[in-house]
């Protein structure tokens, strides 16, 4: 988010890369992982930098040939130290013949793609009060930031909702994988003995619901109630608008400097329709089981 706000919200930044480089976005947690030529292409790439142990993170910004040289890398915030490492790497780089990668099988564990005949719900999420005020510019990208995250739903549900129902399953990875504040990093997800409450219907194409949520210490919780609509035509759902809106606390170990005691907080979901390159991401609470995510 601090990137995105930043670093590429930079107009000469995003003209740079849009004319002398090819921008790759990826989830390093997969692909330092998988073993298929599209990993074994990363890991050239990421072993000749200064993170290459790659039972790690391996996180940062990477520049290389389409041949995998390296040529630089950044992990520090902020336009102007990235400037200086593209114009670096502009200035080492030499054109040179690449031969063409064969992809081969891909690993299907770190290749996860939508549930055939599912859907895909796009999912942003916003802390709407309760931060002191800051002259940081950083704290404040923070404070304002929208998270983005998607909702996987499996063709069985697809099909109940269609009918006016709303599956338990679907009701359960709403709460444990979505209803989290994800505005300043990537949150930890609630256990299913975290969920305290859960009512969700739908009822004539109306959803409502109520549910809370808190960790056994009860230092992190969310109390939330649930709107939203869905509605299908010709076997399919056309619509799935959700808000769900309430007070939350506490925060996570990648988490931190969220407002004090409890704040409000409001997750939205909308059906995406394709048209972005996002809705292709696997929903982060899938990361590596994606069996235990959609089930």
């Given at each position: 988010?601090?990137?995105?706000?930043?670093?590429?919200?930079?107009?000469?930044?995003?003209?740079?890369?849009?004319?002398?480089?090819?921008?790759?976005?990826?989830?390093?947690?997969?692909?330092?992982?998988?073993?298929?030529?599209?990993?074994?292409f990363y890991r050239k790439i990421a072993g000749q930098g200064p993170r290459n142990n790659f039972k790690g993170t391996t996180q940062g910004l990477y520049?290389?040939?389409?041949?995998?040289?390296?040529?630089?890398?950044?992990?520090?915030?902020?336009?102007?130290?990235?400037?200086?490492?593209?114009?670096?790497?502009?200035?080492?780089?030499?054109?040179?013949?690449?031969?063409?990668?064969?992809?081969?099988?891909?690993?299907?564990?770190?290749?996860?793609?939508?549930?055939?005949?599912?859907?895909?719900?796009?999912?942003?999420?916003?802390?709407?009060?309760?931060?002191?005020?800051?002259?940081?510019?950083?704290?404040?990208?923070?404070?304002?930031?929208?998270?983005?995250?998607?909702?996987?739903?499996?063709?069985?549900?697809?099909?109940?909702?269609?009918?006016?129902?709303?599956?338990?399953?679907?009701?359960?990875?709403?709460?444990?994988?979505?209803?989290?504040?994800?505005?300043?990093?990537?949150?930890?997800?609630?256990?299913?003995?975290?969920?305290?409450?859960?009512?969700?219907?739908?009822?004539?194409?109306?959803?409502?619901?109520?549910?809370?949520?808190?960790?056994?210490?009860?230092?992190?919780?969310?109390?939330?109630?649930?709107?939203?609509?869905?509605?299908?035509?010709?076997?399919?759902?056309?619509?799935?608008?959700?808000?769900?809106?309430?007070?939350?606390?506490?925060?996570?170990?990648?988490?931190?400097?969220?407002?004090?005691?409890?704040?409000?907080?409001?997750?939205?979901?909308?059906?995406?329709?394709?048209?972005?390159?996002?809705?292709?991401?696997?929903?982060?609470?899938?990361?590596?089981?994606?069996?235990?995510?959609?089930?």
């Amino acid at each position: 988010m601090l990137d995105r706000a930043s670093t590429f919200a930079d107009p000469e930044i995003i003209k740079l890369l849009q004319t002398r480089f090819v921008p790759v976005a990826i989830d390093q947690a997969y692909q330092r992982r998988q073993q298929d030529a599209e990993g074994e292409f990363y890991r050239k790439i990421a072993g000749q930098g200064p993170r290459n142990n790659f039972k790690g993170t391996t996180q940062g910004l990477y520049v290389a040939t389409a041949a995998g040289k390296f040529l630089a890398f950044n992990n520090n915030r902020g336009p102007e130290r990235v400037m200086r490492v593209l114009k670096k790497a502009l200035a080492d780089f030499r054109p040179t013949d690449a031969a063409a990668i064969e992809r081969g099988k891909p690993d299907a564990r770190y290749s996860p793609s939508p549930p055939e005949g599912g859907l895909v719900v796009r999912v942003r999420a916003k802390v709407l009060g309760g931060y002191e005020d800051t002259a940081d510019p950083w704290k404040r990208i923070f404070q304002t930031a929208i998270s983005r995250d998607n909702l996987w739903i499996s063709k069985s549900e697809h099909e109940a909702l269609v009918r006016g129902e709303l599956p338990k399953s679907l009701q359960v990875r709403i709460a444990r994988f979505h209803l989290v504040d994800n505005t300043r990093g990537e949150p930890p997800m609630w256990k299913e003995s975290e969920i305290r409450g859960l009512d969700m219907s739908l009822k004539d194409g109306k959803l409502r619901g109520t549910v809370q949520l808190k960790t056994a210490s009860g230092k992190r919780g969310f109390d939330a109630q649930l709107f939203g609509v869905v509605e299908s035509k010709a076997g399919k759902v056309t619509r799935f608008d959700l808000v769900a809106k309430g007070q939350f606390w506490g925060s996570g170990r990648y988490t931190g400097g969220a407002p004090k005691g409890k704040f409000p907080l409001a997750v939205s979901f909308t059906l995406a329709d394709g048209s972005d390159t996002a809705d292709k991401i696997p929903p982060q609470g899938s990361r590596g089981w994606v069996r235990g995510y959609v089930r």
